[in-house]
């Protein structure tokens, strides 16, 4: 169920999250953005895991917790692909549950390089 626009958003939103920080006092969100990858890497995986051993109660509730924390911290792409995963278990379509898995653990780690790099970025700008 991979959608045409699924496949087109960014990693990570960087206008968006700017916008969030400007609201922000001290206008920096870096430190949640470095928590946000490393509870990604552990959900990530979590996700191999059940690549071989799919348990579908535990892919919901994974996808349904990665739906809310992709577009709390503008990661468009892992939002669209929890809710697709999420789509895919509702219909229990065995087949694509598995691949509709992959293609979320792909978003994960994109957006995983993805905060790496940007909050790199930032420490070496920062004086």
């Not at 992709?70 to 895919?88: D, G, N, R, Y």
């Not at 653990?105 to 993805?114: G, I, K, N, S």
């Amino acid at each position: 169920m991979t959608t045409e626009s699924s496949l087109t958003l960014p990693a990570v939103d960087e206008t968006a999250i700017a916008e969030l920080e400007k609201g922000l006092p001290g206008g920096d969100l870096s430190d949640a953005l470095a928590t946000f990858a490393d509870e990604l890497e552990k959900r990530g995986n979590v996700l191999v895991n059940l690549l071989s051993s799919p348990d579908e109660a535990e892919l919901a509730s994974l996808a349904h917790g990665l739906k809310g924390s992709a577009a709390t911290f503008c990661a468009p792409a892992l939002a669209q692909a929890a809710k697709e995963l999420e789509h895919t278990l509702a219909g229990q379509d065995c087949e694509e549950i598995g691949a509709s898995t992959q293609r979320l653990l792909t978003e994960a780690r994109r957006v995983v390089d993805h905060l790496r790099t940007m909050l790199a970025d930032r420490n070496k700008a920062r004086p």
